[in-house]
């Protein structure tokens, strides 16, 4: 007879087969993973063989693996511990390509930064810079200074002045922060202006947005006291000046994000709002959420109010976004009357919302741009002003190099993309998308695919066709994006049972 232990390894005694599992000590010591930890750190090799170890127990427990099953994965165990390594040590985070024609789509980072931004955020983090150091005087500065100017020269250049009677002998009418994102904006205005005190908002613009963030709920934290008027669908002027009274400190408009209210609706024009204001002596405040500084109906885009807008009715306070239609990094921007922005830039709490080096490098590029008119340089608004001949003409190149690949029916379609990241919610821009079937596998089958190729791609599906709508992919993307869908079309890859 032979021996007893190897006869019961043979047969799956799961006791004889993890006695030939080496320990993670041993496995440590193959001159394969000496070399691995050499390069990449001890600890981080030991957990990837203890996984590694971890997982081909469970296989022996449960079954999985006899002997000749295990002496054959033994011998690849420390090429497992690689791989293990490798995927736990790759990033989370991952550059994607967008097919799915939101232009801000806040899933995927809003809007890309321009290379004009990349390059001068690189250039300032990469040593270090002036951010808050007067180099006129070898003293210690502000860093507001660094946007203030160029935000001045980019309301004067588009003649965005307020009305006179903002103006002052001392200062300048205007002035402009920035925070970290546009919460924090409308959480510093609310509470510099309003602590404890009562703040007029219409019921028909009680908003939620993404991440639950609700207007009530930030007024509340603010310290402010919400005082609604109106009703959900019709708010008049007179229900905002009936409501003032002595504890009133502030008027709030809100921008309706990612919807609109049509049908039997009423809501007072800026107009009205600014005249109440200044006749009863409390200052406006308008979250527009996503701020315009580009003429957007020259893109196409029509019922999106922009920061001018605001500006030249006299709005005293405005708060909206860096990252969305701005096309800048993600901020919080506070414009209007110089010494309300004052009041605010004076709060404690503007320090713990204030924004970093990177912030203000890559927002000084991205207002250069604007001030020289080099709007195609800003990848958000370049988006918005392709033409749907020049979309249709990249799908139909793509089209034709996939002609012949029998798995796969593309076709180009007209279609729509929209903006994204709260911003016109009623307004689409017509394209050509690429509409993607196939006999042997279903849409979602397919968007998953794409997910998991090397640079994933985020494409969307509608009646089950995977939709790409090359608005928002790249120019120089579009041959991943033809690799892509080749692999889509050889792989045999299925549905798997419902």
Same mark, same amino acid.
């Given at each position: 007879?032979?021996?007893?232990?190897?006869?019961?390894? &043979?047969?799956?005694?799961?006791?004889?087969?993890?006695?030939?599992?080496? $320990?993670?000590?041993?496995?440590?010591?193959?001159?394969?993973?000496?070399?691995? %930890?050499?390069?990449?750190?001890?600890?981080?090799?030991?957990? %990837?063989?203890?996984?590694?170890?971890?997982?081909?127990?469970?296989?022996?427990?449960?079954?999985?693996?006899?002997?000749?099953?295990?002496?054959?994965?033994?011998?690849?165990?420390?090429?497992?511990?690689?791989?293990?390594?490798? /995927?736990?040590?790759?990033?989370?985070?991952?550059?994607?390509?967008?097919?799915?024609?939101?232009?801000?789509?806040?899933?995927?980072?809003?809007?890309?930064?321009? %290379?004009?931004?990349?390059?001068?955020?690189?250039?300032?983090?990469?040593?270090?810079?002036?951010?808050?150091?007067?180099?006129?005087?070898?003293?210690?500065? &502000?860093?507001?200074?660094?946007?203030?100017?160029?935000?001045?020269?980019?309301?004067?250049?588009?003649?965005?002045?307020?009305?006179?009677?903002?103006?002052?002998? /001392?200062?300048?009418?205007?002035?402009?922060? !920035?925070?970290?994102?546009?919460?924090?904006?409308?959480?510093?205005?609310?509470?510099?202006?309003?602590?404890?005190?009562?703040?007029?908002?219409?019921?028909?613009?009680?908003?939620?947005?993404?991440? $639950?963030?609700?207007?009530?709920?930030?007024?509340?934290?603010?310290?402010?006291?919400?005082?609604?008027?109106?009703?959900?669908?019709?708010?008049?002027?007179?229900?905002?000046?009936?409501? !003032?009274?002595?504890? /009133?400190?502030?008027?709030?408009?809100?921008?309706?994000?990612?919807?609109?209210?049509?049908?039997?609706?009423?809501?007072?024009?800026?107009?009205?709002?600014?005249?109440?204001?200044?006749?009863?002596?409390?200052?406006?405040?308008?979250?527009?959420?996503?701020?315009?500084?580009?003429?957007?109906?020259?893109?196409?885009?029509?019922?999106?109010?922009?920061?001018?807008?605001?500006?030249?009715?006299?709005?005293?306070?405005?708060?909206?976004?860096?990252?969305?239609?701005?096309?800048?990094?993600?901020?919080?921007?506070?414009?209007?009357?110089?010494?309300?922005?004052?009041? !605010?830039?004076?709060?404690?709490?503007?320090?713990?919302?204030?924004?970093?080096?990177?912030?203000?490098?890559?927002?000084?590029?991205?207002?250069?741009?604007?001030?020289?008119?080099?709007?195609?340089? !800003?990848?958000?608004?370049?988006?918005?002003?392709? $033409?749907?001949?020049?979309?249709?003409?990249?799908?139909?190149?793509?089209?034709?190099?996939?002609?012949?690949?029998?798995?796969?029916?593309?076709?180009?379609?007209?279609?729509?993309?929209?903006?994204?990241?709260?911003?016109?919610?009623?307004?689409?821009?017509? /394209?050509?998308?690429?509409?993607?079937? $196939?006999?042997?596998?279903?849409?979602?089958?397919?968007?998953?695919?794409?997910?998991?190729?090397?640079?994933?791609?985020?494409?969307?599906?509608?009646?089950?066709?995977?939709?790409?709508?090359?608005?928002?992919?790249?120019?120089?993307?579009?041959?991943?994006?033809?690799?892509?869908?080749?692999?889509?079309?050889?792989?045999?890859?299925?549905?798997?049972?419902?």
């Amino acid at each position: 007879m032979g021996d007893p232990k190897q006869s019961a390894a &043979k047969i799956g005694n799961p006791a004889a087969l993890f006695r030939l599992l080496p $320990s993670v000590d041993e496995l440590l010591r193959t001159p394969q993973l000496v070399s691995l %930890a050499a390069t990449n750190g001890k600890a981080p090799v030991t957990d %990837a063989a203890r996984t590694v170890l971890a997982r081909l127990r469970q296989d022996v427990a449960t079954g999985k693996l006899d002997e000749t099953g295990l002496l054959m994965i033994l011998e690849t165990l420390p090429a497992q511990t690689e791989a293990s390594l490798r /995927t736990a040590s790759a990033p989370s985070l991952r550059r994607v390509i967008n097919a799915t024609g939101v232009i801000l789509h806040t899933n995927l980072g809003r809007a890309p930064l321009s %290379a004009g931004a990349l390059a001068f955020l690189t250039e300032i983090a990469s040593g270090y810079n002036n951010l808050e150091f007067d180099l006129a005087t070898g003293e210690r500065g &502000k860093r507001d200074v660094h946007l203030q100017h160029l935000f001045a020269r980019l309301f004067k250049s588009q003649g965005w002045c307020p009305p006179s009677s903002l103006s002052s002998s /001392t200062s300048p009418s205007l002035s402009t922060v !920035i925070v970290n994102n546009n919460a924090a904006a409308v959480l510093l205005a609310l509470n510099s202006l309003a602590e404890g005190a009562e703040v007029i908002v219409s019921r028909g613009e009680l908003v939620e947005i993404g991440g $639950s963030f609700r207007i009530p709920d930030v007024m509340a934290k603010s310290g402010a006291i919400l005082r609604e008027v109106g009703t959900t669908n019709r708010t008049r002027i007179a229900d905002y000046e009936r409501a !003032i009274t002595e504890k /009133t400190r502030l008027l709030l408009r809100v921008h309706r994000s990612n919807f609109e209210i049509t049908g039997f609706t009423e809501q007072p024009t800026l107009a009205e709002l600014v005249e109440l204001g200044q006749r009863r002596g409390i200052p406006l405040m308008e979250d527009l959420g996503s701020g315009a500084l580009f003429d957007l109906p020259s893109a196409g885009i029509r019922g999106e109010q922009s920061v001018g807008d605001s500006i030249r009715a006299g709005v005293d306070v405005i708060t909206y976004s860096g990252d969305k239609l701005l096309g800048g990094p993600q901020a919080g921007i506070l414009t209007g009357r110089a010494d309300l922005i004052a009041r !605010i830039r004076s709060n404690q709490m503007f320090r713990a919302f204030r924004a970093d080096k990177l912030i203000y490098a890559a927002m000084e590029a991205t207002l250069r741009s604007y001030v020289a008119e080099q709007y195609d340089a !800003i990848p958000a608004l370049a988006m918005m002003r392709l $033409s749907v001949e020049q979309i249709g003409g990249r799908a139909e190149r793509i089209q034709a190099a996939l002609a012949g690949l029998t798995r796969l029916k593309v076709e180009v379609i007209p279609g729509q993309s929209v903006i994204g990241g709260g911003a016109a919610p009623g307004s689409a821009l017509p /394209t050509q998308l690429l509409a993607i079937s $196939s006999a042997n596998s279903s849409a979602n089958t397919l968007a998953a695919q794409l997910r998991a190729s090397d640079i994933p791609i985020i494409a969307r599906v509608e009646d089950d066709r995977l939709l790409l709508d090359l608005r928002t992919v790249f120019p120089e993307q579009d041959d991943i994006v033809l690799s892509a869908l080749r692999q889509l079309a050889s792989s045999k890859a299925k549905d798997g049972p419902a």
